[in-house]
């Protein structure tokens, strides 16, 4: 009995060593049958490693922190169930570890990504509702509620999202990017999710990682996709990691802490210095969150596995990768190639933040400008920056020149021939980083001439949450102003946009507009797939046609602050033997042999019979 006591208290105490395994549990019949099991303990890696059913190990990894032991075994032939890790000390057992490979869902490596037939909503899910108010605050989080702060975390939570997808879904989106949803320990700040402190973990502020399974699930009963916001660049300094780290180079250090420049064009200039490519690729995006370091073998393929672990475990279908364009550039197209080459129509669009659409091109996979350099990102789609540019500018210039008003949308679209996938990429008037559109057009007729661009031009459009209402907000006075919180998300709100009747008459307009547009634009193959013929915008009046075989679409967006008379006699070569348009808001009927009047600061949407 002693005997049997002291076997017991000495198994309970080396489990006791093991603190952490990751991937916690991962998925028989993969594709790549690698997997690199992290265990995390006290002096680890002083034992030896073995598999049970016959798994071979292929390596066992030592770190320069003993705390830390990398062991990557086989499973091509393992099937579904439970596996043992047995950890041993000069040949004799010490303790195991069991471990779980789950069986895959049915065509889980053919799922398809979200792509230009999407709609995506883009929430701050802080911002969006609080559904739970139970978890507004957690004996293991740093940061407490604080409503009453633009730079405090609000509540908003998953199941505050859930709630409020039918809202989500009659607006016409048919796709969901929150931004980050994993465990952020920072003290204040947190709510943006970018400083993840565990990325195997649902913040507990925003619920379980079984709520975060829900969504995902309510999204796919409804037709809806759920695209997950994926931080390859750094994380934030209190993950657990950070603190105790498995070795000098898992992030980057100058020694410490080292600003980035945020120059990107340093990742391809011919002509640029080393001194400035490495303090933009490893410097850190700020202080509080260390750079990863993607050249690091270990560092690729736990953030691999990581990415691979949620796809599955969540049941997603798109990434969306912030900072993209500051990783290791080959490290960064290993890890996006390992993710596409387990799930070949899986879409992942990185934010590429550049002002010019040669630089951003090539960042798309298959790029003829990145082959220059024998560079493929193997990256599906890059944000469209160039055109967020337009859009900010031109619906302020009334008056159309040379170079200002909507020349600058022609101008911005007669570079499509640089992207080796144009349907491919994602376009926006705004996002969580930038000016809210209301806010710098405060008209509703400048918010119909953007939208109806997003919703008519290639790629894939992304809308910015509350947009939709009218809501506004103020870059200039810090990010929390254009993150406020949607109205009716919380119950002690005086209104609640999510319903109809309570929406005010402006709400309302907004949300009208938004619906019948973006509904229309669900079952529309000529705009998601249809080539484009584009007119010089004369007198600000910006005139293009999408079509294919089966269906032409004319879009007419008069940005002038006067009345125009539209030439008809141009568009000849794009007419055909059309003699009438539609316009699919308000259903009037269009003579296109005669010459067209548009009120100023509007738009149509003709089809065209």
């Given at each position: 009995m002693k005997q049997l006591l002291f076997l017991l208290l000495t198994v309970t105490a080396a489990t006791a060593?093991?603190?952490?395994t990751e991937p916690p549990f991962w998925y028989a019949n993969m594709k790549n049958p690698e997997l690199q099991v992290m265990f995390y303990g006290k002096n680890i890696n002083g034992f030896q490693v073995a598999v049970s059913n016959d798994i071979p190990v292929k390596d066992v990894t030592k770190t320069s922190n003993p705390n830390y032991l990398f062991v990557t075994i086989d499973t091509k032939n393992a099937a579904p169930g439970q596996i043992t890790f047995t950890f041993s000390d000069n040949g004799k057992a010490k303790f195991t570890k069991k471990y779980e490979l789950k069986a895959r869902k049915k065509d889980s490596a053919a799922r398809q990504g979200f792509d230009s037939s999407d709609l995506v909503y883009l929430i701050m899910p802080d911002r969006f509702a609080n559904g739970n108010t139970k978890n507004d605050n957690t004996k293991d989080t740093k940061e407490k509620s604080n409503r009453t702060s633009d730079h405090g975390r609000h509540g908003g939570d998953i199941q505050g999202i859930i709630d409020n997808l039918d809202y989500i879904k009659n607006l016409g989106a048919t796709a969901i990017w929150n931004t980050p949803l994993c465990e952020d320990n920072d003290e204040r700040g947190s709510y943006h999710g970018y400083a993840q402190s565990d990325v195997y973990k649902i913040d507990p502020r925003y619920g379980t990682n079984e709520d975060y399974v829900k969504l995902s699930s309510e999204l796919h009963k409804r037709d809806m996709k759920l695209i997950l916001d994926y931080v390859t660049n750094h994380w934030g300094a209190e993950h657990w990691m950070i603190k105790d780290l498995p070795m000098y180079d898992w992030i980057h250090q100058f020694p410490g802490y080292g600003q980035s420049n945020y120059r990107m064009t340093t990742q391809f200039d011919p002509n640029t210095s080393e001194r400035d490519k490495k303090y933009c690729v490893d410097g850190w995006f700020v202080r509080s969150m260390p750079d990863l370091n993607q050249a690091n073998p270990l560092v690729v393929k736990y953030l691999t596995q990581n990415a691979i672990w949620w796809i599955e475990y969540a049941d997603l279908d798109g990434f969306r990768v912030d900072t993209y364009s500051y990783c290791d550039k080959k490290g960064i197209a290993d890890w996006t190639k390992a993710i596409t080459d387990e799930y070949p129509k899986f879409n992942i669009v990185g934010e590429v933040?550049?002002?010019?659409?040669?630089?951003?091109?090539?960042?798309?996979?298959?790029?003829?400008?990145?082959?220059?350099?024998?560079?493929?990102?193997?990256?599906?789609?890059?944000?469209?920056?160039?055109?967020?540019?337009?859009i900010e500018a031109a619906f302020a210039e009334h008056e159309g020149t040379w170079d200002k008003g909507m020349i600058r949308m022609y101008d911005n679209f007669a570079n499509d021939f640089l992207y080796p996938n144009i349907n491919s990429i994602l376009i926006f008037a705004e996002n969580h980083d930038t000016q809210r559109f209301n806010q710098r057009y405060k008209d509703f007729g400048s918010y119909k001439m953007a939208m109806t661009l997003l919703a008519t031009v290639r790629g894939i459009p992304q809308i910015y949450y509350g947009s939709e209402i009218g809501m506004a907000g103020d870059k200039g006075k810090g990010d929390g102003d254009i993150r406020r919180d949607f109205p009716g998300g919380w119950k002690a709100d005086a209104s609640n946009a999510f319903t109809a009747e309570g929406r005010s008459e402006t709400q309302k307009k907004y949300f009208d507009f938004s619906s019948k547009l973006f509904n229309w634009r669900k079952s529309k193959s000529v705009i998601h797939t249809g080539k484009t013929m584009q007119f010089i915008p004369e007198h600000n009046v910006y005139v293009y046609f999408r079509y294919d075989d089966k269906e032409t679409v004319m879009v007419v967006i008069n940005n002038s602050d006067k009345p125009s008379i539209v030439k008809t006699e141009r568009f000849a070569e794009a007419f055909r033997n059309f003699s009438t348009g539609k316009d699919v808001i308000t259903g009037n009927s269009v003579n296109l042999k005669e010459d067209i009047n548009i009120a100023p600061k509007s738009s149509w949407i003709l089809e065209l019979k």
């Open positions: 060593q093991l603190q952490k933040w550049m002002h010019d659409q040669a630089q951003m091109a090539y960042w798309q996979k298959d790029s003829k400008i990145g082959a220059i350099q024998n560079y493929n990102s193997n990256l599906p789609s890059v944000m469209d920056f160039t055109l967020h540019d337009a």
